[in-house]
C-alpha cells in the first residue's frame, strides 16, 4: 500500500479506546498482509511474518 492510498484509508479506521500497552503489529501491516491473502489467495498460515502473526491478521479480518 502506497503512502497516499494509507492516509486516504487511516481516517477512515477505527480508533482503539483501550489504554496500555501499544500495539506491536501496525493496523498498515495487518491490512497489508490481508490485501496479499486475498490477492494471492494463500492459506492465512502461509502470509508471511513481516505482516504479523497470521492469528491477528486472520482476527482483523474477521472483525
Known amino acids: 500500500m502506497t503512502d497516499t492510498q494509507?492516509?486516504?484509508l487511516e481516517p477512515l479506521l477505527p480508533r482503539g479506546k483501550?489504554?496500555?500497552r501499544p500495539p506491536i503489529w501496525t493496523r498498515r501491516q495487518?491490512?497489508?498482509g490481508i490485501r496479499l491473502r486475498t490477492r494471492t489467495?494463500?492459506?492465512w498460515r502461509d502470509v508471511p511474518e513481516?505482516?504479523?502473526p497470521w492469528p491477528r491478521v486472520?482476527?482483523?479480518f474477521r472483525r
Do not use: E, Q
Open 6 to 8: 494509507w492516509a486516504r
Open 41 to 43: 489467495g494463500v492459506p
Open 30 to 32: 495487518l491490512i497489508d
Open 58 to 60: 486472520y482476527d482483523l
Open 50 to 52: 513481516r505482516y504479523g
Open 18 to 20: 483501550k489504554p496500555g
